[in-house]
């Protein structure tokens, strides 16, 4: 057979294939891309991480009125996103590990709580702590934050340094705090990106990678504790894809990972995903997923705009509840500080002040 007729046979193959296969993709994906009906939660924000970049210049009375006001938004939940971070080698809490970032205390700090280790010398863990205490919000504590985990996540011996690593820093929280009833989860600050190209490889690769890291964090809660109680969770961000392409990705995950929690990052607030376009067929997956293995799933619902770093709008914030509260099981956003918050700028004060009103509006 020669070379034309060869290339012309392989064409007509790829011709057909493509007859078969997207009539049937499309077969088994379109229920999936319509909205589910309303009924899983309503549409509220209930949590927000706190990236500290940026906030080291709050005082201790700056942080009482946020956290109050995250009480009177009706949140309950806020996950510092890191406690360690591997580019300084320095820790927000007052380690024995690590050097502590004197620069992340705020001027007038202070810890009224003298059952917490350095009371007398606060650091942010105090103060987060002592103030969920107050105003009855539950706190999940990030460990170590290194970016270059993107490509070291195969290198062995990187991991086995990151899963001692993780292990001394939960241990120590974990003996710190663990009497607290606010300590309510240890977050693990390693963020996949999800889309047309992952699939059951992928999920199992990285699900693996998290299995050593959370296992680390139980054994570390079972030496402090003698059980379990608090939840791990990690928040990959997600990319326009199909249902099923999404559902081998998670289900092999999930089947891997060993967690409690799947956040996802609707890369909404990154240009990545639009909420109505986008969303529906991907967090159908992940809801689905998470329910067969006995995981919750929440939305991390992003509140910035990428292009400026400023807040989002009121509308498009209402379009993001709207559709990702039909699939997820709580809404936590990213984040409250930078771009909800009353005190940390004037844009960000504008769209608390919208939500506020949408929250009186009932809708």
């Known amino acids: ?48 991480f706190i990236q500290y970049t940026g906030l080291a210049t709050w005082n201790y009375t700056m942080w009482d009125a946020e956290l109050a006001e995250l009480e009177a938004l009706g949140l309950d939940t806020v996950i510092i996103q890191w406690t360690h971070g591997a580019a300084t080698n320095k820790t927000l809490y007052r380690s024995a590990l690590y050097d502590f970032d004197s620069a992340s205390v705020g001027a007038g ?32 504590v990030g460990l170590s934050a290194d970016w270059t985990f993107w490509w070291q996540m195969d290198n062995a011996t990187w991991l086995d340094a990151e899963v001692a ?65 608090l939840q791990v969770s990690v928040a990959p961000a997600c990319a326009p894809s199909w249902y099923w392409q999404v559902r081998s990705y998670v289900d092999a995950l999930l089947a891997a990972a060993g967690i409690d929690v799947l956040m996802v990052q609707d890369s909404v607030g990154a240009k ?37 770093w400023l807040p989002c709008t009121m509308s498009r914030l209402a379009t993001q509840l709207d559709v990702e509260c039909r699939y997820a099981g709580k809404v936590v956003v990213f984040d409250v500080p930078h771009y909800l918050s009353e005190q940390y700028s004037a844009s960000a004060r504008a769209l608390h002040d919208a939500y506020e009103a949408y929250l009186a509006s009932g809708l």
């Open 272 to 308: 990545r995903c639009k909420p109505l376009d986008d969303l529906p067929p991907v967090y159908a997956a992940v809801a689905d997923s998470c329910a067969a293995a006995g995981v919750e799933f929440w939305t991390d619902l992003e509140i910035f705009d990428i292009d400026t």
């Open 165 to 229: 690593e993780a292990k001394a820093l939960a241990s120590e929280i974990l003996g710190r705090y663990k009497h607290l009833p606010s300590l309510a989860g240890v977050y693990i600050p390693y963020e996949d990106i999800f889309g047309s190209d992952a699939g059951a490889p992928e999920g199992t690769r990285y699900g693996e990678f998290l299995a050593r890291i959370a296992g680390a964090v139980k054994e570390a809660e079972l030496a402090a504790t003698g059980g379990h109680r």
């Open 109 to 140: 700090m202070t810890v009224a709580n003298a059952s917490y280790p350095n009371h007398d010398q606060p650091d942010m863990l105090n103060v987060f702590f002592d103030l969920a205490e107050k105003h009855g919000l539950r706190v999940h």
């Open 1 to 48: 057979m020669n070379t034309s007729k060869v290339l012309r046979v392989a064409a007509a193959l790829l011709v057909v294939a493509a007859a078969v296969e997207l009539p049937v993709a499309y077969y088994f994906n379109f229920q999936y891309d319509n909205l589910r009906p309303r009924g899983q939660i309503p549409p509220r924000i209930t949590g927000t």
